[in-house]
């Protein structure tokens, strides 16, 4: 089982900036596709970014492209999204997930994930 540990989460007003880090054992952190999803009440976690286990690729969704950014930090075993010019739309819990294998086509699918954090929430405020 690999535990994973969000922090960063808050209260921001539209246009403003946060940023979320997400923590995982070192046994496991390198060889783990790392993502992020979101979710608000009564609809599906949806995509919002993954980087690969070397840092050197990433996906985003199209409705963050250009204002989120995903890294990560080998050294600290910890992954991060950096959200910019927030909007109250952009409000939810956000998840960060692992993932062991890249599949191509279905890294933006939260059903290919192996293990979740517990969340932390995104509050934009208009």
């Known amino acids: 089982q690999v535990q994973l540990v969000e922090s960063g989460g808050g209260l921001v007003q539209a246009g403003g900036s946060l940023r979320l880090a997400c923590a995982a054992p070192a046994r496991a952190y390198g060889t783990y596709h790392m993502g992020w999803f979101r979710q608000v009440p009564g609809k599906e976690r949806e995509f919002v970014a993954v980087i690969t286990w070397s840092g050197d690729g990433t996906v985003y969704a199209d409705s963050v492209k250009g204002r989120f950014a995903i890294s990560r930090d080998n050294a600290k075993n910890t992954v991060y999204l950096q959200m910019n010019s927030l909007k109250p739309e952009d409000t939810a819990v956000y998840y960060c997930?692992?993932?062991?294998?890249?599949?191509?086509?279905?890294?933006?699918?939260?059903?290919?994930?192996?293990?979740w954090g517990q969340g932390a929430q995104v509050t934009v405020s208009s």
């Open positions: 997930a692992a993932k062991q294998f890249w599949d191509r086509g279905h890294m933006t699918e939260s059903d290919a994930y192996d293990y």
